[in-house]
């Protein structure tokens, strides 16, 4: 069963500063299928990036994301006051067919 | 523009059950596999069930395994998610997710509808 552990679990940062997110697979994944979204209070998580590393429709180019095999990360270049929220990562597997969450990092501010 | 509304949601007994709906006001569900994710109070995402755009393929998280059913009528644009013998842990707001194409992103989300499973 594939486990997908993000760190850290909270991340103090101030505004402008590089938020660098982890998200590590307990086994060997396909990059296709790796994706992080953001979550705010209150709201449905909102998709940030697809494929690894691909921007979805709208998201700032502040926003990135790369690894491939077990780790994978999401880097928030300048930190902006609306970036403080709770990311997640999330893989398919296909044995057992389905989703897998990472457990999340809040973002918060220093 | 997509647009997912969850409802159903509210306060039943363990044991009970209740079934969620959630409609699309878009144009293209009928194309789309759709998915329920829970969130339990203070906790993260857990995935529950996936059924595909014609409801041939329908996969369940253990944690749900034989006690919910997905399912979909297209002509409504409209997803259900019937949920039986619940429990405590079942606690949730559960959201409906569009995935954009195969096992790929969930691209739009509802709102999410709160479960509450207390005597």
């Known amino acids: 069963e594939l486990v997908l552990t993000q760190s850290p679990g909270t991340l103090s940062l101030s505004p402008g500063e590089k938020a660098t997110l982890s998200c590590r697979a307990s086994?060997?994944?396909?990059?296709?299928?790796l994706v992080w979204y953001q979550q705010k209070p209150g709201q449905a998580p909102r998709l940030l990036i697809y494929?690894?590393?691909s921007r979805a429709a709208g998201i700032p180019d502040r926003f990135s994301g790369g690894g491939s095999g077990t780790d994978f990360t999401l880097t928030i270049s300048r930190v902006e006051p609306e970036d403080f929220a709770v990311y997640y990562c999330q893989q398919y597997s296909s044995s057992p067919p389905g989703y897998t969450f990472g457990q999340g990092t809040k973002l918060e501010i220093k | 523009e997509v647009q997912l509304v969850e409802s159903g949601g509210g306060l039943v007994k363990p044991g009970g059950s209740l079934r969620l709906s959630c409609t699309d006001s878009g144009l293209t569900f009928s194309s789309h596999t759709m998915n329920w994710v829970r969130q339990a109070p203070g906790k993260g995402l857990e995935w529950v069930s996936s059924i595909s755009s014609s409801s041939g393929s329908i996969y369940y998280a253990d944690s749900v395994k034989g006690r919910f059913t997905i399912s979909r009528d297209n002509a409504k644009n409209s997803l259900y998610l019937q949920m039986n013998s619940l429990r405590a842990e079942d606690t949730a707001v559960y959201y409906c997710?569009?995935?954009?194409?195969?096992?790929?992103?969930?691209?739009?989300w509802g709102q999410g509808v709160l479960v509450t499973v207390s005597s």
């Open positions: 494929r690894a590393s």
């Open positions: 086994q060997s994944v396909s990059s296709s299928y």
């Open positions: 997710a569009r995935e954009f194409d195969s096992r790929s992103r969930f691209d739009y």
